[in-house]
């Protein structure tokens, strides 16, 4: 069956970087475009970045732009968010989400989540 | 991108039907067949419930329905249960190769 395990959250100061690893298995993780979502404290889902499943195309919301960056390890069936200067909204719980149908714009499958919390 | 407008909450007794809707631009909701609405509970993964406007993935109860009018989708549940209490979220895809969440609505069964 589809599984989706991120791992990588924890505690982080403002300004500093970190990377979470979403693992899949069950699919064929090469031929699905692969997206982040998180959800803050109290707070509804944010759409954080998609990537196509060729890597060839990457989207990022506005709040992430230029400070996020997806990518994937087809071979390792392994998707990642690199999040570098971070801030305390950034605090979230953070899932991986499987694409399908027209722009993969359906999440079909979900990770557990893993939690990122940003702060001094 | 500013997110899709939902209810707050909504609520029903069992058996009743419920209708949450989500008001968006022509920039999503209404110039896109790209909406889905996801149920979660809290501490849960997320679970879609339907996709592209009307349709359910298998194993989806049909009491779930998805419509869309216009800049307004609308999911219903009908013959509401205890096990729908949930947060649901609609989301669309945009002009600009995005994906937009809406505010989110908390359903509760009375």
């Known amino acids: 069956q589809v599984q989706l395990v991120e791992s990588g959250g924890g505690v982080v100061q403002p300004g500093r970087s970190l990377r979470l690893s979403c693992a899949a298995s069950g699919f064929t993780f090469s031929s699905y475009g692969m997206h982040w979502v998180r959800q803050a404290p109290g707070k509804g889902l944010e759409w954080v970045a998609l990537?196509?499943?060729?890597?060839?195309?990457?989207y990022y919301s506005g709040s992430v732009r230029g400070r996020f960056t997806i990518s994937r390890d087809n071979a390792k069936n392994t998707l990642y968010l690199q999040m570098n200067s971070l801030r305390p909204e950034d605090t979230a719980v953070y899932y991986c989400?499987?694409?399908?149908?027209?722009?993969?714009?359906?999440?079909?499958?979900w990770g557990q989540g893993t939690l990122v919390t940003v702060s001094s | 991108q500013s997110a899709l407008t939902q209810p707050a909450s909504v609520s029903g007794s069992p058996g009743q039907s419920i209708t949450i809707s989500c008001t968006g631009t022509?920039?999503?909701?209404?110039?896109?067949?790209?909406v889905s609405w996801y149920q979660h509970h809290p501490g849960k993964a997320p679970k879609l419930m339907i996709y592209?406007?009307?349709n359910r993935p298998s194993g989806v109860s049909n009491r779930f329905s998805g419509s869309k009018s216009a800049n307004t989708a609308s999911l219903t549940i009908s013959g509401l249960q205890a096990e729908d209490e949930a947060d649901y979220y609609c989301?669309?895809?945009?002009?600009?190769?995005?994906?937009?969440f809406g505010t989110g609505t908390k359903v509760t069964v009375l």
């Open positions: 990537i196509w499943y060729d890597a060839t195309n990457k």
């Open positions: 989301c669309s895809y945009t002009s600009t190769n995005t994906q937009v």
């Open positions: 592209e406007v009307r």
């Open positions: 989400a499987r694409g399908s149908g027209w722009y993969s714009s359906n999440f079909d499958y």
């Open positions: 022509s920039s999503d909701v209404g110039g896109y067949e790209f």
